[in-house]
Each structure stands twice: as structure tokens, then as C-alpha cells.
């Protein structure tokens, strides 16, 4: 007897739902997307009641309860996690569902962080945010990224054995942003700009080796890494500083801060990744479903 496949989700947030939208897209089937929208209904509604916007009637245990259904395996299953907002509160998030998709049984597992999980060699298929590749195995060179087609020549594989297979498609962008009185007239605001500038570039600690990987050493090499203070904005520190990288999806914000848009560095979505050292007799079946629908992001593994 076949087990099924087990594969690495998010516990919740924007990877998690465009996880769980591609699989509803696959399948085709009115049970799939009505666990597709249980689901993000149900952590939508938890992190409002986490974030104080909205006060439960019941406490998170009873919560948890009604959510979940053991008895039927078929049901999705949440657990709790302590958020590391202040006060350390108690979050309901993602734990595990089995679906049918095709033909091909999965078994979604909840991770904090997937990549890690394929990286130790728990699962052979998962999804996670490009991001974290590149904050922590993809190497720094002299040249920047241009996309998710470079990740893979940059991964070491010594280091890992966990290659990007393609991407969703929910992408929020690294974008290049900065004060008008930057730039000289007809200039453009990309890389070429900051391969001849001088100065402050101000980014969110948290990305400073990824923000180096995509723009490469020679490029940064006369720029000075600064980062927002705990009470300041990062497209209010970006203002003050001149120049930024920050994600941006539509970049409304930043333009309330007088800053203009530049270059789209690196798109930060979710992608699909497997573990090349381990297998399944589904595994080639489940990769099939999920890079038909995202052929132009398809990569080589």
C-alpha cells in the first residue's frame, strides 16, 4: 500500500493560501476548493483575532475544537502556537489535510518554515517563499540575480539537496524605490543606477543577504547598508535615507511617502521545491500537476 505524499506547507499567511489555491486549481473539484477557503477563512479570521482587530467569543482552545475533526481524516486540522507579537498570544495555525488531486493523494503537513523541513530531509516536495532560499543557501557573487531561473546555479550542492522547482505566481516584488531629487533628469532608477551610486541604501535588516545575492558585491560595493528604527516605517526610513529596497505590490505607500518606484530587484512569491535526494512513486506525478500550471516559471532541477 502506497502512503501518501507528504508535503511541506506554511502555517498560514499569503504562501499558504496560494499553496492552497494551486491545489484547488489542479484538482478541479468543488471539495478542493471549499477546503481551499475553509482554510484561509478560517486564519484570516485568527489573525484578526490576534492582532486585537477582532475579539473572539471564545477562547482558543474551544476554538480549536470546533475547527478541527479528527474522525474524519479528510478535514482539514489546526494547532496552537504562541505568536511572537507582545504578550506571546496564543494563535490558532494550519496543521495537516489530506487530499486526492489527479489521482495522487497528498498528505499537507504545516511548517514554520518548509525549506528547512526539505533541507533536513523530512519531506521530498514542499512549498515555501523564494526568500528564505535566498536568505540562507543561495551564494553571494560579484553579479546579481535576475530571477528565479539563476537560484538553482547559485545553490551549492554540497550544502543542499533542495532545488527551486518553479514558482505561483503570487508575487510581491523587491522593489527599488527612492526621493524624486535622487535622480538626475531621464534617469532611471535600476541597477545600473546603483552600479554608480554612492551612499545610504536603507532595507530591513532581515534582508540584507538577500538584497546582496540579487544585486551582487560589485554593484553594492560603495553603497552603506542602513535599516529602519523600531518606531519608523521601512517606506518612512526609505524617504529619510533617499533610497530603499522594500516589497511592495502596488507601491501606494511608498508614493504617500513621496518616494517613486524603480526597478522590480526579485519577485518574492511562493515556490514549489523538492529535495532531489529523496523519492516517492508519486513524487514525478505531484511536480507534473504543480508546474503545468506555471510553465513560464518552470525551472530546471
Known amino acids: 500500500m502506497t502512503h501518501p ?21 489542479a484538482g478541479r473539484t ?17 489573525k484578526a483575532v490576534t492582532k486585537g ?20 481524516p479528510t478535514n482539514p486540522e489546526f494547532t496552537l502556537l504562541r505568536d511572537d507579537r507582545e504578550g506571546k498570544p496564543r494563535r490558532i495555525v494550519f496543521d495537516a489535510a489530506t487530499v486526492t488531486v489527479d489521482g495522487v493523494e497528498l498528505k499537507l503537513v504545516g511548517r514554520e518554515e518548509p525549506f528547512r523541513a526539505l533541507r533536513t530531509h523530512e519531506f521530498a516536495l514542499g512549498f515555501d517563499s523564494a526568500d528564505l ?12 540575480l535576475a530571477g528565479l531561473q539563476d537560484v538553482n546555479d547559485r545553490i551549492d550542492p554540497v550544502d543542499t539537496d533542495v532545488r527551486v522547482v518553479s514558482g505561483l505566481g503570487d508575487t510581491v516584488y523587491h522593489t527599488l524605490m527612492g526621493r524624486p531629487e535622487s535622480l538626475a533628469p531621464g534617469e532611471e532608477l535600476d541597477r545600473a543606477f546603483l552600479a554608480s551610486y554612492e551612499g545610504p541604501l536603507c532595507i530591513s535588516p532581515r534582508y540584507e543577504r538577500l538584497v546582496t545575492a540579487v544585486l551582487g558585491t560589485d554593484t ?13 516605517s521601512e517606506e518612512a526610513a526609505i ?13 501606494s505607500t511608498a508614493r504617500d511617502h ?5 526597478e522590480h530587484l526579485f519577485p518574492s512569491e511562493t515556490v514549489v521545491m523538492r529535495n532531489t535526494a529523496e523519492d516517492h512513486p508519486d513524487l514525478k506525478h505531484a511536480l507534473a500537476l504543480f508546474d503545468g500550471l506555471n510553465a513560464e516559471s518552470e525551472l530546471a532541477v
Open 220 to 232: 553594492l560595493e560603495n553603497v552603506e547598508f542602513v535599516y529602519p528604527g523600531p518606531e519608523r
Open 30 to 46: 468543488d471539495e478542493l476548493a471549499a477546503l481551499a477557503d475553509r482554510v484561509s477563512n478560517t486564519l484570516r479570521y485568527e
Open 258 to 262: 513621496g518616494l517613486v518606484l524603480g
Open 133 to 144: 532560499v535566498l536568505e540562507e543557501v543561495v551564494g553571494i557573487r560579484p553579479t546579481g
Open 5 to 25: 505524499l507528504s508535503v511541506a506547507v506554511p502555517r498560514k499567511g499569503r504562501p499558504l493560501e496560494a499553496v492552497l489555491e494551486r491545489i484547488a486549481d
Open 53 to 72: 482587530s477582532v475579539e473572539a467569543d471564545d477562547g482558543p482552545y474551544r476554538r480549536l475544537a470546533e475547527y478541527s475533526d479528527p474522525e474524519e
Open 239 to 251: 524617504a529619510d535615507a533617499g533610497l530603499g529596497v522594500y516589497l511592495t505590490v502596488t507601491g
